[in-house]
């Protein structure tokens, strides 16, 4: 026999609980009720003989359309679950609804279940309802106050409208199929919108509009349809199928038509958005016309001519301003310049006459024959003048005074 550890057999017996009572409806009567800070609910079911614990988790209980109370008849739609550490199961909550509707609300969930898994709720499917609608239908009571309130709020926000009533039961065993067969009715008339509704009441008297004929009639209409069954609190089948769902009836009404004064007030104001777009762009075309015009005269041939013109007359002004001035600047140099040149060549002729007598006497000192000193001679070699100090021993030279020249040969040479 195999032997199981309690961990290892909690999680079968968690397996099996789980997947045994993933959807179930429990009845019972509500105790120990926890509001945690988390926003989780926690509390016992119990009847007369057992109790389970629940809890139900903050998601699901932010929705939940009225107060938990100690006593409380319920019926729970939930999933059995086992919180393995301890051993214990418990339910966890998808939805509380008060007992004494269970039958219709179990049928309620079954056919809302049903339908949102076969995509009648989706989004990505509703039809968008357009903003100046032109001829609407409403399916109700000729004689409902709901059709009444829907008739003056049409009246007072956009009277532009072509209303057509379709008269039906709205509760009662017959109900359904005549709602049905107005949407199919209407559909074919080519509507703007299609508005189904009556007022508030139990869920019994609001029970058509919870039957899948009228939700299939919904779903298949290519006109765009707007649900308004009842007060704000109350939700019914054909909410969730139809393009738009209302609050109430006059609600549904104000959502779907503009409202006149405010009409006027945007038409005002497109008109001052109008009037100012385009005084800026006249304005704006204004200065650029300048600007052209501004540029054309810089740039044209005339203001070109203009330019060279006064450009020639200046460069002339200039050119006689430096001829005048240079005119009376040579004028000033020549005026001392003359003044100058006497003084100017008699003081160069001073000095070339003092120039010529400074190489008179150099000459005269130079020539032999005014020398008077005796035994002094010039020596030379191959007619050159040299330093006695260069010949050596057997060269031949000539030795001059001013009177004679004489060759001779060193015999001896010693230093002084």
Request: glycine share 4%; charged share 20%.
């Amino acid at each position: 026999m195999q032997t199981l550890s309690v961990s290892a057999l909690n999680e079968q017996i968690k397996t099996l609980l789980e997947t045994t009572f993933n959807h179930v409806f429990v009845e019972g009567e509500l105790s120990r009720i926890t509001f945690h800070n988390s926003g989780h609910i926690y509390f016992t079911l119990k009847d007369s003989s057992s109790t389970i614990s629940a809890v139900m988790f903050r998601g699901n209980a932010s929705k939940l359309k009225f107060q938990l109370k100690e006593g409380l008849k319920v019926i729970l739609n939930g999933a059995i679950t086992l919180y393995k550490p301890r051993g214990e199961y418990q339910i966890n909550c998808f939805s509380i609804e008060p007992a004494g509707h269970g039958a219709l609300a179990l049928a309620y969930e079954q056919l809302k279940q049903k339908l949102s898994a076969q995509g009648y709720f989706e989004q990505s499917i509703k039809k968008q309802l357009p903003k100046f609608p032109s001829r609407i239908a409403l399916i109700t009571s000729a004689t409902s106050a709901a059709l009444q309130d829907m008739l003056r709020v049409a009246n007072t926000r956009y009277k532009l409208l072509e209303i057509d009533v379709y008269d039906v039961l709205v509760q009662g065993d017959s109900a359904a199929q005549a709602i049905s067969n107005a949407i199919i009715v209407s559909d074919a008339k080519e509507y703007d919108i299609i508005v189904i509704g009556r007022g508030g009441g139990s869920i019994e008297d609001l029970w058509a509009f919870n039957e899948e004929i009228v939700a299939d009639a919904i779903f298949r209409a290519k006109t765009p349809i707007v649900s308004a069954v009842g007060h704000e609190i109350d939700w019914v089948i054909s909410d969730f199928v139809s393009d738009l769902r209302a609050p109430t009836p006059s609600a549904a009404m104000e959502m779907i038509l503009p409202d006149t004064n405010e009409l006027y007030m945007f038409l005002d104001s497109l008109q001052t958005q109008l009037l100012q777009t385009v005084s800026q762009k006249i304005f704006n075309k204004r200065q650029e016309l300048n600007h052209l015009v501004s540029s054309y005269s810089q740039h044209s041939i005339e203001k070109k001519l203009t330019q060279k013109k006064e450009e020639i007359k200046r460069l002339k002004d200039i050119f006689y301003q430096t001829i005048s001035f240079k005119l009376q600047n040579f004028t000033k140099e020549l005026e001392h310049v003359k003044s100058r040149f006497p003084h100017v060549i008699n003081s160069n002729l001073s000095v070339a006459q003092n120039q010529v007598l400074s190489l008179q006497k150099m000459i005269e000192s130079n020539n032999p024959k005014f020398k008077s000193k005796r035994g002094f001679a010039q020596v030379s070699q191959h007619s050159k003048v040299i330093d006695i100090a260069s010949l050596s021993v057997g060269d031949i030279f000539e030795a001059q005074s001013y009177e004679v020249s004489i060759s001779a040969k060193v015999i001896s040479k010693k230093e002084i």
